[in-house]
């Protein structure tokens, strides 16, 4: 306690009096003016307190919208990949590589910059990688395309032979089956059948529709029934390609459906009756080409505008490199298609033949791609001969001999591989591809012989179900020769590129055939399979589409765009090109053919980026050739210093998976300069890679050098070796021979004992040569080690690697 006194005075008892006050405080209690400083003290501490708040929701407001402003960049950044690949994927569709811009001259879109990668793989698939960079976001997409180029229908890389009679045409198996389109067609042109005393119409030719056509009005009207309407209106229209001449065939072709003996022979009456009221006069002749294009269906996409119509929905296609020969110019020839002969090529003997479409030469040559046969292990022979027949079973099998004895039957059943050497089929016999449980390929490395009195039968309607194929066994032998001679509706695909084809006049083929030269037999009926083919531009098809991990440099960005090799500041920087213009520098080789502005046809052949495209006034065909970096097989972390090479020993029977990972490494080899040539990190690590290769392979080579020494003079020990002991042998004979004649034994005794030493001496030098060898095989070793280091540390530094 603290006292304080006061005085009072003129207080108390009397004048003078004093009065004392004592009063106590509290030990520690500040004065008022010291606990007004402390009021103040509180407050500043509550305004910093205040005051980090606030700044604390500042800044998370900033990053907040700072994360919500790179969202959305990385969004756009992702809108922008996706809409490089859909211009990457419209630009394979054109015949372009795919290719957009470069790493180092993106394109520009809006605010934003991408490119676009491409590479084509062993089996002609393309991968396309878009990169694109908006802001603060960036995306990287990847693409799986398979371009389908036109098919070629029935084409020869050198020449068509057409020896006699052929009808040609085309149909769609993915609508309906040849027959169904057959009777549709018929039915349009015809209508129903009539009754007994409706006009009779009858067409006799190669004209299909009509043919069915008379099959149904024979199944209605009797013989009686056609003699009692021969007073009326009877009209034969005779459609045989050629004069209009009364043609009796032996059978009714492709019937409606198949005739029992009473309805054939019911048939050939009709037949016969109208032949003898034809020879009386009493038949009206009205001999007519082909229905009227009033009658008939109109132009289809098989057909350029302003053709005639066809018989079929689809058009055949003959084309070839270079010409197609009619060798019988007389004989009844009826295509419902076109010709195409090659660029230079030409169409001879077209006398009395019935062309629909054009036959005009090609614009560009046709590119024909060489078959891949698959190993499938050791071959076994398949000999057959007995009545019973003898299944293949589904799966993989490699055949050397395959042939079939007359009256014998063999069934392959899908899903199967067949590689055969040789497969002949006698007469009499009978080859049956059955398609119901999965497809069924052959290929062919030897030859196919089929005699005319053989069969062959496929239980699909589709082309897709059957193939075959034929290569040499070895590189640079000549194609296998295929004679197609035997009785059949086939449908299938027969691809030879490089082989001699003879399809003769009874084998029908439902589809299409490729090869280097090919014969048509006379009679022969080829009805080409288009399948989804409209006769536009083909759409590649997309097998897989993901989103990619961008590479270590561009994953976490030190100074934005530069890291990912983009200049996008800076006086000297070359300025981007708008997307649409980034074409340009994916000039591609094109062939056109066209009409001008006054209407001339014109023809060019070149760079598309020389030609001038202000000149067309409409284009009558075209095509284009691009090229693109072929993916090949990686040497272990390095990618290949020739991008062209290596193909064959690519392993393309890997897991999709594992083909997926290997591309993604190859493009992350690759110089993203591209065509450009300018230096990158990654062009240098390629380099320092192969330099490393090459050291590594000069120590190996030193250290082979060494060994062959090493064994060299071990050879040579041996060999002084044996002499030594064959000199030992001829001093204890010597001896042996004259126990008394010293000198001889010491003579050869010392002769012995030069020669060990000798062997000795040279036994030495190959221990001292194997050492080396090691030592140089060591060395070799460390000098690989050494340069794999080298090239791991050059691919560190180009980010490559972590």
């Known amino acids: 306690m603290q006292a304080r006194i006061r005085?009072?005075?003129?207080?108390?008892?009397?004048?003078?009096?004093?009065?004392?006050?004592?009063?106590?405080?509290?030990?520690?209690?500040a004065p008022p003016g010291k606990r007004a400083g402390f009021a103040l003290v509180l407050a500043l501490i509550l305004v910093t307190v205040v005051s980090g708040l606030c700044i604390g929701f500042v800044q998370?407001?900033?990053?907040?919208?700072?994360?919500?402003?790179?969202?959305?960049?990385?969004?756009?950044?992702?809108?922008?990949?996706?809409?490089?690949?859909?211009?990457?994927?419209?630009?394979?569709?054109?015949?372009?590589?795919?290719?957009?811009?470069?790493?180092?001259?993106?394109?520009?879109?809006?605010?934003?910059?991408?490119?676009?990668?491409?590479?084509?793989?062993?089996?002609r698939k393309v991968w396309?990688?878009?990169?694109?960079?908006?802001?603060?976001?960036?995306?990287?997409?990847?693409?799986?395309?398979?371009?389908?180029?036109?098919?070629?229908?029935?084409?020869?890389?050198?020449?068509?032979?057409?020896?006699?009679?052929?009808?040609?045409?085309?149909?769609?198996?993915t609508d309906r089956s040849y027959d169904e389109e057959i009777a549709a067609i018929a039915a349009q042109l015809l209508g129903e059948p009539p009754s007994p005393v409706a006009p009779f119409v009858l067409d006799d030719s190669v004209h299909r529709p009509a043919q069915i056509a008379a099959n149904r009005y024979a199944d209605v009207l009797t013989p009686e029934g056609l003699l009692a309407v021969l007073s009326k209106q009877v009209t034969l229209r005779d459609q045989e390609v050629g004069d209009p001449i009364w043609t009796l065939k032996a059978q009714p072709t492709n019937p409606e459906s198949p005739l029992g003996p009473v309805e054939y022979l019911a048939f050939l009456d009709d037949l016969l009756i109208l032949?003898?009221?034809?020879?009386?006069?009493?038949?009206?002749?009205?001999?007519?080409?082909?229905?009227?294009?009033?009658?008939?269906?109109?132009?289809?996409?098989?057909?350029?505008?302003?053709?005639?119509?066809?018989?079929?929905?689809?058009?055949?296609v003959l084309g070839s490199n270079g010409n197609i020969t009619f060798a019988d110019a007389t004989a009844a020839v009826a295509v419902f298609g076109s010709l195409q002969p090659g660029v230079n090529g030409q169409v001879t003997g077209l006398d009395t033949a019935t062309i629909s479409g054009s036959t005009t030469p090609r614009a560009?040559?046709?590119?024909?791609?060489?078959?891949?046969?698959?190993?499938?292990?050791?071959?076994?022979?398949?000999?057959?001969s007995s009545a019973i027949p003898r299944v293949v079973p589904p799966g993989d099998m490699r055949i050397g001999t395959f042939s079939a004895a007359a009256g014998s039957d063999v069934i392959v059943r899908g899903p199967a591989r067949l590689v055969v050497h040789d497969l002949t089929l006698e007469g009499g016999s009978t080859l049956t591809l059955d398609t119901r449980d999965g497809d069924v390929e052959l290929f062919v490395t030897g030859s196919i012989l089929m005699d005319p009195a053989s069969f062959v039968e496929t239980t699909g309607a589709s082309s897709k179900e059957v193939s075959i194929q034929a290569a040499p066994e070895f590189a640079g032998d000549p194609g296998p020769p295929l004679q197609l001679d035997a009785t059949s509706r086939f449908h299938g695909t027969v691809y030879a590129p490089g082989s001699t084809v003879h399809l003769g006049g009874n084998f029908e083929v439902f589809g299409g055939v490729v090869a280097q030269r090919l014969e048509i037999g006379a009679g022969a009926r080829l009805h080409f399979d288009d399948e989804s083919y409209r006769g536009v531009l083909a759409v590649p098809e997309q097998d897989t589409w993901q989103i990619l991990d961008l590479p270590a440099p561009t994953e976490r960005p030190a100074t934005g765009l530069a890291s990912l090799g983009v200049q996008i500041g800076g006086a000297n920087a070359a300025p981007h090109p708008p997307l649409g213009a980034a074409h340009r520098l994916d000039d591609v080789a094109l062939s056109i053919r066209y009409l001008d502005a006054s209407g001339l046809e014109q023809r060019y052949a070149g760079p598309e980026s020389a030609f001038d495209w202000s000149d067309v006034a409409s284009i009558e065909a075209q095509d284009r050739m691009a090229a693109r970096m072929q993916i090949v097989e990686q040497a272990g972390e390095t990618a290949p210093a020739d991008p062209s090479a290596g193909q064959e020993d690519w392993d393309w029977d890997a897991t999709f998976q594992d083909q997926v990972e290997d591309v993604i490494d190859w493009f992350a080899n690759q110089d993203p300069a591209g065509a450009t040539g300018e230096t990158s990190p990654v062009a240098i690590t390629k380099k320092?890679?192969?330099?490393?290769?090459?050291?590594?392979?000069?120590?190996?080579?030193?250290?082979?050098?060494?060994?062959?020494?090493?064994?060299?003079?071990?050879?040579?020990?041996?060999?002084?070796?044996?002499?030594?002991?064959?000199?030992?042998?001829?001093?204890?004979?010597?001896?042996?021979?004259?126990?008394?004649?010293?000198?001889?034994?010491?003579?050869?005794e010392k002769a012995a004992k030069e020669e060990q030493k000798a062997a000795d001496k040279a036994a030495d030098q190959s221990a001292a040569d194997a050492r080396a060898a090691v030592a140089s095989a060591a060395a070799a070793a460390a000098a690989a080690e050494a340069a794999a280091a080298k090239a791991l540390l050059a691919a560190q530094a180009a980010g490559l690697v972590p």
Do not use: C
Not at 19 to 29: D, F, I, K, N, S
Not at 108 to 123: F, N, Q
Not at 370 to 380: K, S, T
Not at 693 to 705: L, N, T
């Open 688 to 748: 320092q890679a192969d330099a490393a290769a090459k050291a590594a392979k000069d120590a190996q080579k030193k250290a082979d050098k060494a060994v062959e020494a090493a064994v060299k003079a071990a050879e040579k020990a041996a060999k002084a070796a044996e002499k030594a002991a064959k000199a030992a042998e001829k001093a204890a004979a010597a001896a042996a021979e004259d126990p008394t004649s010293k000198d001889a034994a010491e003579a050869a």
């Open 275 to 316: 032949k003898q009221a034809s020879d009386a006069g009493a038949l009206l002749v009205d001999p007519l080409s082909a229905p009227s294009a009033a009658a008939g269906p109109g132009p289809t996409s098989g057909t350029a505008p302003g053709e005639p119509p066809q018989h079929t929905l689809s058009g055949g």
């Open 364 to 384: 560009m040559q046709a590119q024909v791609h060489p078959v891949e046969i698959p190993n499938l292990g050791d071959a076994v022979d398949l000999t057959h």
């Open 128 to 173: 396309l990688r878009a990169t694109a960079t908006v802001g603060g976001g960036r995306a990287m997409l990847g693409l799986i395309v398979e371009p389908e180029e036109p098919p070629l229908g029935f084409f020869a890389d050198e020449e068509i032979i057409i020896e006699s009679t052929l009808l040609a045409d085309g149909f769609d198996s």
């Open 7 to 29: 005085a009072a005075e003129g207080e108390g008892h009397g004048a003078g009096a004093r009065r004392v006050e004592v009063h106590g405080t509290r030990a520690g209690t």
């Open 60 to 123: 998370l407001a900033a990053k907040t919208s700072k994360a919500q402003t790179g969202s959305v960049d990385q969004m756009r950044a992702f809108y922008l990949a996706e809409a490089g690949l859909a211009e990457a994927f419209h630009a394979v569709r054109m015949g372009r590589s795919g290719r957009i811009a470069s790493a180092n001259n993106a394109a520009s879109y809006g605010d934003g910059l991408l490119w676009v990668e491409s590479a084509e793989t062993p089996d």
